[in-house]
């Protein structure tokens, strides 16, 4: 089990961060897949996710229209294009792996997961 989040970083409220979150195939053959997050002190949160073949997303209402989750099956990778960024989207971000190939904002459907990386958005 294999699961590798790269791309976070420090930037300034508005701007933009793509996360990367490569997965093995043996891991992930027919799954969806998901990001959460988890700010200091808090429950980590759903983000989004994405079925396995790409067809259907869902976001988190807190990013909808900012965020955008797409997977390259090719190449074992799921992304998170993060745009127009405010400090309150400061976390942990964590790609995971769906026991299932529909798309679940629930952390119980998920029973895979990356060690995360952190995104810092300064005001």
């Known amino acids: 089990v294999q699961l590798q989040a790269s791309g976070g970083g420090f930037v300034q409220a508005g701007g933009s961060v793509r996360l990367s979150c490569s997965v093995s195939?043996?891991?992930?053959?027919?799954?969806?897949l998901g990001w959460f997050r988890q700010a200091p002190g808090e429950e980590r949160e759903f983000v989004a996710s994405?079925?396995?073949?790409?067809?259907?997303?869902n976001y988190a209402d807190s990013v909808k229209g900012r965020f955008t989750v797409s997977r390259d099956n090719a190449k074992d990778t799921v992304y998170l294009q993060m745009n127009n960024l405010k400090p309150e989207d400061t976390a942990v971000y964590y790609c995971?792996?769906?026991?299932?190939?529909?798309?679940?904002?629930?952390?119980?459907?998920?029973?895979?997961w990356g060690q995360g990386t952190l995104v810092t958005v300064s005001s």
């Open positions: 195939r043996r891991t992930a053959s027919n799954n969806a």
């Open positions: 995971a792996v769906s026991r299932y190939s529909t798309i679940s904002s629930r952390r119980e459907n998920y029973n895979y």
């Open positions: 994405i079925s396995w073949r790409g067809g259907s997303t």
